[in-house]
């Protein structure tokens, strides 16, 4: 990516960032309207759980959205760390090259 400009860099964030919003608000609002079957004991005596066949129950397990877009995020930090750590050589480097360039006889130490 380094080859790219800043402005086909942040089209293609925008881009990624609208198409996977979308696939996680949808893929939620699924989760949520899904019937799992339960051994729920109250659950199994009632008629059905708004809209679900008897002995099924809605999907209610927010803590395992929660945890995929944790996961999601935390890799994100992974990645961000990883190129700040690539760019933070680079300009080091830039910066010894340039300093040797000046200052010649320095170089050598």
Known sequence: MACLSEGVK????????LLLGSYNTLSTKLQF??????TDPAA????GH???LPGQKKYDKPWLNNMYMFIGEA????????TNGQRRARAL???ESECNAL????GLL
Request: glycine letters at 2%.
């Open 10 to 17: 942040t089209a293609i964030l925008v881009t990624a960032m």
């Open 33 to 38: 309207q899904t019937c799992a079957p339960t």
């Open 44 to 47: 199994l005596r009632e008629p």
């Open 50 to 52: 708004s809209g679900c």
């Open 75 to 82: 890799s994100l930090m992974i990645a961000y760390l990883a």
């Open 93 to 95: 480097q830039r910066a």
């Open 103 to 106: 200052h010649p006889e320095q």
